[in-house]
C-alpha cells in the first residue's frame, strides 16, 4: 500500500495567514492526489484533484501543487469558514490511501 | 444535485454484522461508482472499497477481504455495505461517497458502534 504522510499534524494560524500543507507519497504517485476538506461533525468537501485542479466552487485561495511524491495545499489568505482538518488521498493504486490529515486551527 | 442519504446510527455488539444504506438521487446511480470510507474516532480516514452499480463488480481493501460485501438495489437507487465480525476497532463513522478515484460527494456518514 502506498502510504501518505502529511505534515504538520496541528497547524496554528490567523485570519489572512498564508498557509502551506504538505502531502508525501512514499512511491510516486504522478499527479493522482486530491485534497479534501473536513469540518467537525461533517463529511469530507473535495477541494482539488489531479494534485492542483480546482473542484467548481472551491475559492481561489486555494491551489495545490505538486507530483511524484511530493504535494502541497496552499491557502492565500485564510478566512474563518477556512479552520478545518485537511486530508489528501492518492488514487494512483488501490487501496486508495488517505494523509492522516492536518487540522488548522485558531492561534 | 447529486445527493447520497445514508441510514442512521446504530449500536451492535462484537462478533455481529452491520448494513449501511446510501440513497442516491439527483443523477442516473449507474453512472458513477460508490466507494466506502470510514473514521473511527479522532483518526483519519480510511477506504475500504469500492462497487460499480452498473456490472455489480467490486474491490475491497486487502484488511477488510473475507467480512466485507458491497451490494446494490439499482432500481431504488440504494447501495449497501455490509460488515460481518465486527470488533470494537470497527467503532467508525462510515461514509459513502461516488468517484472512481478521487471521491466527489459524500453521504452525510453512520455512526457505527460496536460494544462488547
Known amino acids: 500500500d502506498i502510504q501518505m504522510t502529511q505534515s504538520p499534524s496541528t497547524l496554528s494560524a490567523s485570519v489572512g495567514d498564508r498557509i502551506t500543507i504538505t502531502c508525501r507519497a512514499s512511491q510516486s504517485i504522478s499527479s493522482w492526489l486530491a485534497w479534501y476538506q473536513q469540518k467537525p461533525g461533517t463529511a469530507p468537501k473535495l477541494l482539488i484533484s489531479?494534485?492542483?485542479s480546482l473542484q467548481a466552487g472551491v475559492p481561489s485561495r486555494f491551489s495545490g501543487s505538486g507530483s511524484g511524491t511530493e504535494f502541497t495545499l496552499t491557502v492565500s489568505s485564510l478566512q474563518s469558514d477556512d479552520f478545518a482538518t485537511y486530508s489528501c488521498q492518492q488514487y494512483y493504486s488501490y487501496p486508495w490511501t488517505f494523509g492522516q490529515g492536518t487540522k488548522v486551527e485558531v492561534k | 444535485q447529486v445527493q447520497l442519504v445514508q441510514s442512521g446510527t446504530e449500536v451492535k455488539k462484537s462478533g455481529a454484522s452491520m448494513k449501511v444504506s446510501c440513497k442516491a438521487s439527483g443523477y442516473r446511480f449507474i453512472t458513477y461508482d460508490i466507494n466506502w470510507v470510514r473514521q473511527a474516532p479522532g483518526q483519519g480516514l480510511e477506504w475500504m472499497g469500492w462497487?460499480?452499480?452498473?456490472?455489480?463488480?467490486?474491490g475491497y481493501a486487502q484488511k477488510f477481504q473475507g467480512r466485507l460485501n458491497m451490494t446494490s438495489i439499482n432500481s431504488i437507487s440504494t447501495a449497501y455495505m455490509e460488515l460481518s465480525s465486527l470488533r470494537s476497532e470497527d467503532t467508525a463513522i462510515y461514509f459513502c461517497?461516488?468517484?472512481?478515484?478521487?471521491?466527489?460527494?459524500w453521504g452525510q456518514g453512520t455512526l457505527i458502534t460496536v460494544s462488547s
Open positions: 461517497a461516488t468517484g472512481g478515484s478521487y471521491l466527489d460527494n
Open positions: 489531479q494534485a492542483s
Open positions: 462497487m460499480n452499480p452498473r456490472n455489480g463488480n467490486t
